[in-house]
């Protein structure tokens, strides 16, 4: 029998699904799921019967299907969701295959026998232990996937709506952001039109670690929360097929990981094994993984070392002018900063950093006897920043915020003129405290 045509009566229903490994629990019943369910699937449902909107355009048969057959389970019309796939797999014979379109339909009928249970009433008294069964069946990783992708339809139609309120400033050193969410199980893409002005170019379905939170040791299957860059390209004999045709490594554990005691390593952007044309949106042991057709298009606005990666749950988007009071708020402090550097005024240039600080090699004990040496051997400083990159970090960890800030660095005194690229990661432990640097370190080009 292929996958996806699932005919089959109550008894055999429940006995296949025990036998094909399918988990046991109780978050699954006859009704619709949560009122959020609901809402969606009645929302995504009134998008699907409009016609009227640009994102169903060009969206394959199978891919329509799927998504209408679970707005109809989610508001719970089982009959009506098989109704959709099979007529559907008369037109488009790669859904006969597809196993999301299989768990859908599994799940159908598991409701949809249900319902006929329930209907029967006390004629039905020889089936409670089937019935019990039945109810006890988990397709939740299945349907997990098929409720992400009805939740991303949901936004692409109505928007996450704005701009990326994380992303404060970006600098001509940043080519692409890619915003992985692992919240929405979804990546956004930017980079900059012709005018200069950032625009998302991509809003990918993405597929990431298996165990909810943020990654803090090797082996436990958590995608990192964090800022990064991708830092090299993996290919050909680099790279096991399971990994897809490319990819993209991140520098996890960066300094602000590692600084919280974070290990481990090996975090990805790459696909999936070769013949697997669908994941569950947790399925990964910390990477974040795309189909291959979708890597292999995403790969061409990946820029090593100047393609940034913020990833978090459920990223802030709104009206631009949201992210100016943050924005600007660190860009006084780094003036601040500079022009206490400027004066020489060690007490004053020492009060910017946090108890805490660390930089390559120093703590602060250390840092303010070097800096205090050299300041005191200087006729005149002149320190002035420019080219700003901004990023809230998601993972706030201990603080109220934390922003990394690269820029260029121009330092002139009586004997010695530099510039490079610096990096600091400022923090704050209220969101109206004065900032700190927690960590500062050059930036190797």
């Given amino acids: 029998m292929k996958s996806g045509v699932i005919h089959m009566p109550l008894r055999w229903l429940c006995v296949c699904a025990i036998a094909g490994g399918i988990g046991f629990g109780d978050m699954l019943s006859v ?44 508001i719970g019309a089982p009959d ?4 959709t796939l099979q007529q559907a797999r008369k037109k488009d014979k790669a859904l006969a295959d597809d196993p999301l379109a299989a768990v859908i ?14 209907r029967a009433g006390d ?15 988990d397709l939740s990783p299945g349907m997990a996937e098929a409720d992400q992708r009805l939740r991303a339809f949901i936004d692409r139609v109505d ?30 893409v930017y980079e900059r039109d012709a005018s200069g002005t950032w625009q998302r170019i991509s809003d990918e379905y993405v597929v990431t670690g298996a165990i909810d939170g943020d990654k803090s040791k090797e082996g436990d299957e958590r995608t990192p929360n964090g800022v990064y860059r991708f830092v090299k390209k993996l290919s050909g004999r680099q790279l096991a097929t399971r990994y897809g045709p490319v990819a993209f490594p991140i520098d996890y554990p960066n300094a602000l990981d590692r600084l919280r005691h974070k290990d481990g390593g090996g975090i990805w952007m790459h696909g ?27 790969a061409g606005h990946v820029h090593l070392g100047q393609s940034w990666v913020v990833v978090g749950e459920n990223l802030p988007f709104g009206d631009a002018k ?58 005149f400083i ?64």
């Fill in 80 to 83: 009506q969701a098989i109704s």
């Fill in 272 to 298: 999936y094994a070769a013949g697997v044309g669908r994941r569950p949106p947790r399925d990964t042991k910390g990477c974040f993984a795309l189909p291959n057709e979708r890597l292999l298009a995403m």
């Fill in 105 to 118: 339909e599994a799940e159908a009928h598991r409701r949809s026998a249900l319902l006929a249970v329930a």
């Fill in 31 to 74: 009704q619709a799921g949560s009122a959020q369910a609901s809402e969606n699937g009645k929302r995504a449902l009134q998008l699907l019967n409009s016609g009227n909107n640009s994102v169903t355009h060009g969206m394959a048969l199978g891919d329509l299907a799927i998504l209408r057959a679970t707005s109809e389970l989610r």
């Fill in 159 to 188: 928007g996450v709506y704005g701009e990326p309120l994380d992303l404060l400033e970006l600098s001509s050193a940043v080519k692409s952001v890619f915003l992985v969410d692992k919240g929405r199980s979804r990546m956004f």
């Fill in 322 to 379: 949201a992210r100016y009071p943050l924005r600007d708020s660190v860009e006084n402090a780094l003036k601040a900063w500079s022009r206490d550097w400027s004066s020489r005024n060690s007490d004053a240039y020492l009060a910017h950093y946090h108890r805490k600080f660390h930089s390559e090699t120093r703590d602060l004990a250390a840092w303010s006897a070097y800096k205090r040496r050299v300041n005191a051997s200087k006729s």
């Fill in 382 to 445: 002149r320190v002035t920043l420019d080219d700003f990159t901004l990023i809230r970090v998601p993972d706030q960890k201990g603080f109220a915020d934390v922003v990394v800030a690269e820029f260029n660095q121009h330092y002139q005194s009586d004997n010695y003129a530099d510039s490079g690229r610096k990096r600091l990661y400022l923090v704050r432990n209220k969101h109206n405290s004065p900032w700190r640097i927690l960590l500062e370190q050059a930036v190797v080009q």
């Fill in 123 to 137: 004629y039905a008294r020889v089936l409670v232990d089937e019935k019990k069964r039945l109810q006890a069946v």
